[in-house]
């Protein structure tokens, strides 16, 4: 087998990269994370990172001769942070790495001030909600919810009644008794966050959960992680929409091709995004009623179809999306089954960034 | 008006600690498996040539005229050696999917997000699959001596066979332990329960065929360790101290099934891990 090659670059490449930055007019100090900027002979945290959420320091993860993440030291602070970026961009790899599931091919990374690879004690205290499906289909909710929930170290009845208060929490009580095989792929994910957060954990990672969801359940989803906050614990949120985290939270880390482009506050990129046409592709009941709702939409740039879907292309995605929900919500175009986006947009708009 | 604490609270309950998590595993798997009705029926089945043996031990305890049925010690090994048969269709009914299951259901990633270590979740299948195994080999074998000494109403069988009682439980624990990893790592090889049954057999009756063909050719039995089972059989001879079938050197045999196992525990090493993410 041979050696995995050196990341590319230099470590002093990493770090804000917004216009601006170069001639002396960046943005003031960048509130949530911060990214080390510089080598460092050093493999310990820095010191930032006494009481943050998650440290990594020179972290970096091959696949063969693939780079998955490269050379990534970031601290981030306690409370939601968004990790945003394209598909293939790192982000399942960094919250693989976050939650213990990938050993680091070089480097460190602490999760809630202890080192996460091979310490199952810090695993109790994270809630891990994977992008894809993950469960038998065979079995309903209630019963793989409350059988993840004994891993934790739960008896069998506080596990049966942390998994109804989970299913509870993410509104899915009433299919609890259902085989996940039935369920939609709404109902899927939500079931996969009822696990995840089922154990009460301090820090949720939820690796594109809005993923699928019909627009009501992604407003529920939404309440939820800002609700889950605001109760003191953490939340690292990963999306290839800036809509979708940016309804979440302030704070994001932009990552890009396995390294952390940019962190800091969401509004210094979005006007950069918007700039972009954004593609959402809508499952629908009857997807030719829905278009022509759609044709009143003065920010409509293009409408196609696509079997069972349509597919639109927005100029500003944010009234976009609330009108959707407005839509889904009265039942006047039908059912909205699954509204999903690509992500040419973001990586348009990343392209731009590292020009 | 007090002011209450709204931030943060963790769960206050009671937990178990770590490193038991591997206990649910077995726990569940057992129960999941125990629902199945023709599972039960094979069950039943396997414990057939026991209810035999029982009837055969009283009928030599009761009436001297029947004593030539009385049980010696190599009768042990020899129906350890037949309970291989049911051993086989456990392993696998019962591990086919252990593993294979959870990779096509990708629940792997979720198992090891808890605070589950990866020796812990082999250890839990494992344990699933050794239930099984134990249920149709030593617990047979041992409630069968118990029924004897009660029917003779003397421990002079046992004392005259003081190697008895650990040779049942180390030839039982080497059946078991090396059909259990075997099938364990050959199921995390593949996402399709079907094909790791196929395999498992393949292994079983490929090497016994090629032993046969081998020893057809040059009619020397020391080739024997190419075979599973023959190794298997060498191994029990041993522990019950009979005349071994084959001209291979015991230790050759309990190499070559070492060498299973331990092939079983790297393959297993690789194998189950958080799945790599590669778009």
Redesign the interface.
């Known amino acids: 087998m041979s050696a995995p090659p050196e990341p590319n670059g230099s470590r002093a490449a990493v770090g804000p990269v917004l216009p601006g930055a170069a001639d002396g007019e960046a943005e003031p100090a960048l509130s949530g994370a911060t990214v080390a900027a510089g080598p460092s002979a050093e493999t310990s945290p820095p010191p930032e990172a006494a009481g943050a959420l998650v440290a990594s320091d020179h972290l970096s993860k091959w696949y063969g001769q693939v780079i998955g993440l490269n050379d990534v030291s970031v601290v981030v602070p306690h409370g939601i942070t968004g990790l945003l970026g394209p598909n293939g961009a790192g982000k399942s790899t960094f919250m693989k790495l976050m939650t213990g599931q990938l050993k680091p091919s070089k480097g460190t990374v602490q999760v809630l001030g202890e080192p996460v690879w091979n310490n199952p004690a810090v695993f109790a205290r994270l809630g891990f909600c994977p992008e894809q499906d993950a469960f038998y289909d065979r079995m309903t909710g209630r019963e793989w919810v409350t059988a993840l929930v004994r891993l934790n170290g739960y008896s069998e009845g506080q596990a049966a009644e942390a998994a109804r208060r989970a299913l509870e929490t993410v509104d899915l009580l009433d299919a609890a008794d259902r085989k996940i095989g039935g369920y939609s792929k709404g109902m899927r994910q939500r079931v996969k966050l009822a696990q995840a957060l089922a154990h009460d954990p301090e820090l949720l990672v939820l690796d594109e959960p809005l993923g699928g969801m019909d627009p009501i359940a992604r407003r529920k989803t939404i309440r939820l992680v800002r609700e889950w906050a605001r109760q003191g614990r953490s939340v690292i949120v990963s999306s290839h929409i800036l809509h979708e985290i940016e309804s979440m939270t302030q704070n994001i880390l932009l990552i890009n091709n396995g390294r952390i482009l940019a962190e800091g506050n969401v509004h210094q990129i979005r006007e950069l995004i918007d700039e972009h046409p954004h593609t959402v592709q809508i499952l629908a009941e009857n997807p030719r009623a829905l278009a022509r709702q759609f044709l009143a939409f003065d920010d409509l740039l293009s409408l196609k179809f696509e079997e069972d879907a349509v597919v639109a292309q927005t100029a500003r995605p944010d009234a976009f999306y609330r009108r959707l929900t407005e839509l889904a919500a009265s039942g006047e175009a039908g059912e909205v089954r699954e509204v999903t986006s690509p992500d040419d947009n973001l990586q348009a708009v990343f392209q731009y960034l590292v020009k | 008006m007090p002011i209450h604490d709204?931030?943060?609270r963790?769960?206050g309950?009671?937990?178990?600690?770590?490193g038991?998590?591997w206990l649910?595993?077995v726990g569940?798997g057992v129960r999941t498996i125990m629902r199945k009705r023709a599972f039960i029926g094979l069950l039943l089945f396997a414990w057939l040539p026991f209810v035999v043996r029982a009837v055969q031990v009283y009928l030599a305890a009761n009436y001297p005229q029947m004593s030539m049925l009385a049980l010696k010690a190599d009768t042990y090994r020899e129906d350890l050696e037949k309970q291989g048969f049911f051993v086989f269709f456990i392993t696998i009914w019962v591990g086919a999917g252990l593993i294979a299951?959870d990779r096509r259901?990708?629940?792997l990633?979720?198992?090891?997000?808890?605070?589950?270590?990866r020796a812990?979740y082999i250890a839990g299948k494992l344990g699933i699959l050794m239930v099984f195994q134990i249920m149709v080999t030593w617990v047979p074998s041992m409630l069968l001596l118990l029924l004897q000494t009660l029917f003779a109403g003397s421990f002079d069988f046992v004392s005259k066979n003081l190697f008895i009682i650990p040779a049942i439980t180390i030839f039982s624990f080497v059946q078991v332990l090396a059909a259990s990893f075997t099938m364990l790592a050959l199921s995390s090889l593949s996402k399709s329960s079907r094909f790791v049954a196929i395999l498992y057999a393949g292994i079983v009756f490929f090497t016994q065929a090629l032993y046969g063909i081998v020893y057809g050719v040059t009619r020397d039995s020391s080739f024997s360790w190419i075979s599973f089972l023959a190794n298997l059989e060498e191994v029990g001879r041993l522990v019950f101290r009979a005349k071994m079938h084959y001209d291979t050197p015991w230790a050759v045999s309990l190499l070559a099934i070492l060498a299973i196992v331990g092939v079983s525990i790297v393959v297993l090493e690789r194998r189950v891990?958080?799945?790599?993410?590669?778009?």
């Open positions: 709204q931030s943060y963790h769960y309950g009671q937990r178990e600690p770590l038991r998590a649910v595993i569940d299951n259901a990708n629940a990633q979720i198992y090891l997000s808890k605070p589950l270590a812990e891990r958080g799945v790599e993410v590669v778009k």
